[in-house]
């Protein structure tokens, strides 16, 4: 099977730059992507890293490591309504994405 | 609007009661996806479906049932319903269910069970 494991909790303030770590066990995977819940909303598609390296969408850049079985979402010129959770994702072969538990982010003023 | 559509937005119901949720894929998707999430907890994947046919299992009771119909929308059918089956069920839909697969997913279907 698969497992994630990510931070539970991350504080950080307005304007800063934030990194939320996520490592994984797997015996396959296409994939690792990154996905943003708002409190009760529906997750949304933020980054997806196939290859090993930094992916940058904009303030959110995501990176990936095959070899150290770790990723992370770095998230720049924090803004309020970046408070939420970030769960990342594995894609495995069989097609199926298994979420890690996310990560809850506070963005204080 | 992701152009997944979850129906009913909420659901109240008794322990022992039967529910079905729907989804709707977005235009064009194929692959079907069921999730449970629970208070304050992470995404349990349960069923996945391409073009009809169930391609993966995760960990889905075996109170919980699911199909996708030929017009490709999908049905989550939950039985003899526990206190602890209540959770937000959030359906996810991809155009297909390998490579660079990214999920729309619905509003989800927020059940709790009394």
Sequence with gaps: ????????????????????????????????????????????????????GLEETGRFSSFLSR?????YLLLQELQ?????????????NAGKSTFGDGTTLTVKP | DSGVTQTPKHLITATGQRVTLRCSPRSGDLSVYWYQQSLDQGLQFLIQYYNGEERAKGNILERFSAQQFPDLHSELNLSSLELGDSALY????SVTFSGANVLTFGAGSRLTVL
Aim: glycine fraction near 10%; charge should be negative; proline fraction near 3%.
């Design chain 1, 1 to 52: 099977g698969q497992s994630l494991e990510q931070p539970s909790e991350v504080t950080a303030v307005e304007g800063a730059i934030v990194q939320i770590n996520c490592t994984y066990q797997t015996s396959g995977f296409y994939g690792l992507s990154w996905y943003q819940q708002h409190d009760g909303g529906a997750p949304t598609f933020l980054s997806y890293n196939a290859l090993d």
């Design chain 1, 67 to 71: 070899s150290d079985s770790y990723g």
């Design chain 1, 80 to 92: 309020m309504k970046d408070s939420a959770s970030y769960f990342c994702a594995l894609q495995t």
């Design chain 2, 90 to 93: 959030f359906c996810a839909s």
